[in-house]
């Protein structure tokens, strides 16, 4: 499924956190669609463009477009090198190309973009790029349009994180043991229910996947033979628990308000020889016994 990622199309969330970062995955990511012969796009706004380009050969290098918004994001320096409107300028640009091939997109990241511009103005981009063919016509209609947007989750609250997730076609949340990396990916395909999956990977020196079946064995925690098991009742002021005459008592107790069978017949037969219950009233001085009048006593 990790390999598979690229060939799904849309939206990848790659969200990382402090105890996993995510930069080496998307650049194993990048080099896989540099591979493919795809044409990619690096909108690098955290890192350098050599700090990013690390680590990489040179036939990657020269397939890969690094657009620098790390020196200068804004044009401050007035170079005339930028694209208009920033960072979102030069990612509505790349919905207007020409080239016929796949091409990927990788945002580096989606973070900086989220703390620098409104988040409606970046959903609304991404929506763009999601919908490239009906926004750019028919003359620059690419094939396939994959976007992968690194996502620093712990920096952002809970409506950031929904609004990119539902643009997200596949969203992968980065995790794992001490000495290997698990990322559990959620696929949403339309008309059809997400699927979930968790794959084991690390990644090499040269930024390509080594996918594994699971965990090693010896990240799996192993029971102490010599320590034993710690009964976390031992110390309570009331009994968790009932001994067999204590159980069999209470399942011989009849509730007050659990009607059995003979008490529903003992209730609703009448025997013969039984008195039945009658009222006795004795009217009062002041009662008002005249039915012509019932008010008569009120002295209206």
Same mark, same amino acid.
């Given at each position: 499924?990790?390999?598979?990622?690229?060939? =799904? #199309?849309?939206?990848?969330?790659?969200?990382?956190?402090?105890?996993?970062? #995510?930069?080496?995955?998307?650049?194993?990511?990048?080099?896989?669609? /540099?591979?493919?012969?795809? &044409?990619?796009?690096? *909108?690098?706004?955290?890192?350098?463009?050599?700090?990013?380009?690390?680590g990489f050969d040179s036939s990657i290098n020269s397939r890969v477009v690094y657009h620098d918004f790390f020196r200068d994001p804004f044009n401050?320096?007035?170079?005339?090198?930028?694209?208009?409107?920033?960072?979102?300028?030069?990612?509505?640009?790349?919905?207007?190309?020409?080239?016929?091939?796949?091409?990927?997109?990788?945002?580096?990241?989606?973070?900086?973009?989220?703390?620098?511009?409104?988040?409606?103005?970046?959903?609304?981009? *991404?929506?763009?790029?999601?919908?490239? #063919?009906?926004?750019?016509?028919?003359?620059?209609?690419?094939?396939?349009?994959?976007?992968?947007?690194?996502?620093?989750?712990?920096?952002?609250?809970?409506?950031?994180?929904? /609004?990119?997730?539902? =643009? /997200? &076609?596949?969203?992968?949340?980065?995790?794992?043991?001490?000495?290997?990396?698990? /990322?559990?990916?959620?696929?949403?395909?339309?008309?059809?229910?997400?699927?979930? &999956?968790?794959?084991?990977?690390?990644?090499?020196?040269?930024? +390509?996947?080594?996918?594994?079946? #699971?965990?090693?064995?010896?990240?799996?925690?192993?029971?102490?033979?010599?320590?034993?098991?710690?009964?976390?009742?031992?110390? *309570?002021?009331?009994?968790?628990?009932? +001994?067999?005459?204590?159980?069999?008592?209470?399942?011989?107790?009849?509730?007050?308000?659990?009607?059995?069978?003979?008490?529903?017949?003992?209730? =609703?037969?009448?025997?013969?020889?039984?008195?039945?219950?009658?009222?006795?009233?004795?009217?009062?001085?002041?009662?008002? =016994?005249?039915?012509?009048?019932?008010?008569?006593?009120?002295?209206?």
């Amino acid at each position: 499924m990790l390999e598979s990622l690229l060939a =799904l #199309g849309g939206l990848v969330l790659l969200r990382d956190s402090v105890e996993w970062e #995510g930069r080496d995955l998307l650049k194993a990511l990048i080099k896989k669609s /540099a591979l493919c012969g795809e &044409q990619v796009h690096v *909108l690098g706004c955290e890192v350098s463009e050599e700090e990013f380009r690390e680590g990489f050969d040179s036939s990657i290098n020269s397939r890969v477009v690094y657009h620098d918004f790390f020196r200068d994001p804004f044009n401050w320096s007035k170079t005339g090198e930028a694209f208009p409107g920033g960072p979102l300028g030069a990612l509505r640009a790349m919905c207007r190309t020409t080239d016929p091939r796949p091409s990927t997109i990788a945002l580096d990241s989606l973070s900086w973009l989220l703390l620098h511009f409104p988040c409606t103005t970046v959903c609304q981009t *991404l929506h763009t790029l999601r919908n490239q #063919g009906s926004c750019c016509g028919d003359s620059s209609l690419v094939q396939q349009v994959n976007v992968l947007g690194l996502l620093h989750e712990e920096l952002h609250g809970p409506g950031p994180l929904g /609004a990119l997730s539902s =643009l /997200a &076609q596949t969203e992968v949340t980065l995790g794992g043991t001490m000495i290997q990396a698990s /990322a559990h990916i959620l696929y949403r395909k339309p008309r059809h229910q997400p699927t979930h &999956q968790t794959q084991w990977f690390s990644i090499r020196p040269d930024f +390509s996947l080594d996918l594994q079946e #699971g965990p090693p064995l010896q990240s799996q925690p192993h029971p102490d033979p010599h320590t034993f098991p710690v009964d976390p009742t031992t110390h *309570l002021t009331f009994n968790l628990r009932l +001994s067999k005459k204590e159980r069999e008592t209470r399942d011989n107790l009849t509730l007050p308000f659990q009607f059995s069978s003979e008490k529903q017949q003992a209730l =609703l037969r009448s025997e013969p020889n039984q008195a039945s219950s009658h009222i006795l009233y004795e009217p009062d001085a002041y009662d008002d =016994l005249d039915p012509e009048d019932p008010d008569d006593d009120l002295d209206v």
